[in-house]
C-alpha cells in the first residue's frame, strides 16, 4: 500500500510539471492507430481492394476493444482518451463501412446511394453522442449496465458490411441487390440510432471452473475464423441480430423486476 501511494505521489508531481509518463500516451496510440486503419480502409476501397478495407474495419474493431481495457489497466483512462476514442469510433464505423459499400454498390444509383451513406454516418454520431452524454448519467439501475442503448458503433460498422461480406464468401458468384444492400444500410442504422437494448459483454464474468471450457471454446472459435474468415464473420453478424431479440426480452424481464421491487417491500 505505502509503495502504491508513493508512485501515485510521483505520478502527481509529474502530472503538475507537465510531463506525461509514456504509458499514460500508450491507449492514445492505440486509438490512433485504429482510426488510421478505418482511414486505410477507404484507401483500399477507393482502389478496389474491398476484401483489404473489410479487413482493416475488422482490425479497427479489435483495436476499439483493447483500448479501453489498456488505459484501466495502466490507469491511464483520461477524458481526453474518451473524446478521441469516440472521435475513432466515427470514422472507423460510422463513415468507413458506408462508403466500402458505396464504392462497391451504392454508387450505381448515385443520389439514393449517397443519401444513405449521409443518414447512416449522421445515425453513428447521434449514437455516439448518446453514449458520451450517458457517461455523466448518475441515475443508471445497476441492471441497466447490462445494456447499450442501440447497436453499439463497432458492431454497426461490422453489420453494414453483411452484403459485402455474403459476396467475399461465395467468391463474387453472389451479389445482393444494391437496393436490399440500401435497405440493410438504413436499417443497421437506425438500429444504432434506436433505444433499442442490446447486450453489453464489458460485465461478462467467467467463473474459475469454466476457465478451461471457455478456453476450448476460444480455440474453437479462432480455428474456424482461420479456416473461413469471412463466413466466420458473416455467421458472427447474424448472431449478434438474433441476439437483440433476446436482449430486448431481457431487458424488459429485468425493468418488469426492478418496478416491482419497491411493491414487495411496500
Not at 165 to 187: K, P
Amino acid at each position: 500500500m505505502q509503495h502504491n501511494r508513493r508512485r501515485e505521489e510521483r505520478i502527481r508531481r509529474r502530472l503538475r510539471r507537465g510531463e506525461q509518463p509514456i504509458s499514460r500516451l500508450f491507449p492514445n496510440m492505440i486509438t490512433i492507430s485504429g482510426m488510421c486503419c478505418g482511414l486505410s480502409a477507404i484507401r483500399f476501397a477507393m482502389a478496389g481492394r474491398f476484401e483489404i478495407a473489410v479487413a482493416f474495419i475488422l482490425a479497427a474493431a479489435i483495436i476499439d476493444g483493447m483500448d479501453g481495457r489498456v488505459a484501466r489497466m495502466l490507469g491511464a483512462t483520461s477524458n481526453f482518451g474518451a473524446q478521441l476514442d469516440s472521435l475513432s469510433d466515427f470514422v472507423c464505423f460510422g463513415v468507413a463501412p458506408v462508403l466500402v459499400l458505396y464504392m462497391w454498390q451504392m454508387q450505381a444509383i448515385k443520389g439514393f446511394g449517397w443519401a444513405v451513406v449521409l443518414f447512416f454516418s449522421v445515425c453513428t454520431a447521434l449514437r455516439l453522442a448518446r453514449f458520451n452524454t450517458g457517461l455523466f448519467d448518475d441515475n443508471i439501475q445497476p441492471w441497466e449496465k447490462q445494456f447499450f442503448t442501440g447497436v453499439p458503433s463497432p458492431a454497426g460498422g461490422l453489420l453494414c458490411l453483411l452484403p459485402l461480406m455474403i459476396s467475399l464468401v461465395s467468391d463474387g458468384e453472389y451479389i445482393i441487390s444494391v437496393y436490399i444492400t440500401l435497405i440493410h444500410a438504413v436499417i443497421v442504422g437506425g438500429l444504432m440510432a434506436s433505444r433499442i437494448p442490446t447486450f453489453s459483454g464489458k460485465n461478462i464474468r467467467i467463473k474459475h471452473s469454466m476457465i478451461p471450457q471457455f478456453m476450448i471454446f476460444c480455440t474453437i472459435m479462432l480455428v474456424l475464423f482461420v479456416i473461413e474468415p469471412w463466413g466466420f464473420i458473416l455467421g458472427l453478424g447474424f448472431a449478434y441480430l438474433i441476439s437483440i431479440v433476446f436482449s430486448i426480452q431481457k431487458y424488459n424481464k429485468l425493468k418488469k423486476a426492478s418496478l416491482s421491487m419497491p411493491d414487495l417491500h411496500g
